[in-house]
């Protein structure tokens, strides 16, 4: 299936990982992303706090490139994802077309049926915690999602990988999302309440879809283990990086090589690489 693809500036620079592991698995479950042409930053974070009419034009002229495309428009990153959502609230709608975080639209039910049938290594015993991030499914006003306090997505597609996904609370916290240079001590509060949420579910690992909360878990992960004393172990996956694995794609060592929290032992462990 074809469908209009916003990869956001991010994911040109700090989420390369992501950007690499997403074109490495789309054509394996028969999606064809086709990046908007000539397309533009959506604002995030800084536009909404300067102008309130830029923080929504920016977003709108990339809605207007799909139209014109005429096909669905599908983004990664949950900053853009958000503030495209918004420009569409905010214009009355979208005729057409929808506009789709990717993991939503990578875990419909017709595409998890295609990925059960072309499993080549299950993911058995790896256990691992959902990671949604605050802005994916939040606030429902402007997503439309029913279940944007208890959020299934990456649950359901662990399960059809053959991983073990855990319940847990947190899945929708905040992570500090754009605060990480300014105000680190919140990064590190809120980051290590995660952490150890997740270590008391039983995780081994996070699963996300937001290259901004994979930042915060990973990047930080060393720094917080000092400050609060503990030596944390907890490798931060997008999901789509776990869906290479499990379709046997040959990059995927080169995506993970990205990370700071190495995940290879934990693989090893596990007996999946």
Not at 239 to 266: C, N, S, Y
Request: net charge neutral; with cysteine; glycine share 6%.
């Amino acid at each position: 299936m074809k469908v209009s693809y916003y990869p956001g500036c991010s994911l040109e620079g700090i989420a390369l990982d992501y950007a690499a592991s997403i074109a490495g698995v789309a054509p394996l479950v028969n999606v064809e992303l086709m990046e908007l042409e000539e397309w533009n930053c959506c604002g995030a974070t800084a536009a909404h706090s300067i102008s309130h009419a830029l923080a929504l034009d920016l977003p709108a002229r990339n809605l207007d490139l799909a139209q014109r495309a005429g096909r669905d428009l599908v983004a990664p990153c949950a900053l853009c994802y958000n503030r495209l959502k918004v420009a569409e609230k905010a214009r009355g709608g979208l005729k057409d077309i929808k506009v789709w975080d990717l993991l939503e639209f990578m875990t419909q039910d017709s595409y998890l049926g295609a990925l059960s049938k072309k499993m080549v290594q299950p993911l058995k015993d790896l256990k691992a915690v959902g990671y949604y991030g605050c802005l994916m499914a939040r606030p429902p006003a402007v997503t439309n999602k029913k279940d944007y306090e208890n959020p299934q997505n990456l649950e359901n597609l662990l399960k059809v990988l053959g991983a073990t996904p855990l319940d847990w609370s947190f899945k929708t916290d905040c992570c500090g999302a754009g605060l990480a240079v300014a105000r680190p001590d919140i990064i590190d509060t809120l980051v290590q309440r995660l952490y150890e949420r997740a270590l008391a579910a039983g995780a081994e690992c996070f699963v996300v879809s937001c290259q901004m909360c994979q930042a915060n878990l990973d990047l930080t992960q060393e720094r917080i283990s000092k400050k609060f004393g503990n030596n944390f172990y907890l490798p931060v996956f997008y999901f789509t990086e776990l869906m290479g694995l499990a379709l046997g794609h040959p990059q995927v060592k080169d995506w993970l090589a990205r990370h700071l929290v190495d995940p290879i032992p934990l693989l090893k462990k596990k007996g999946l690489i």
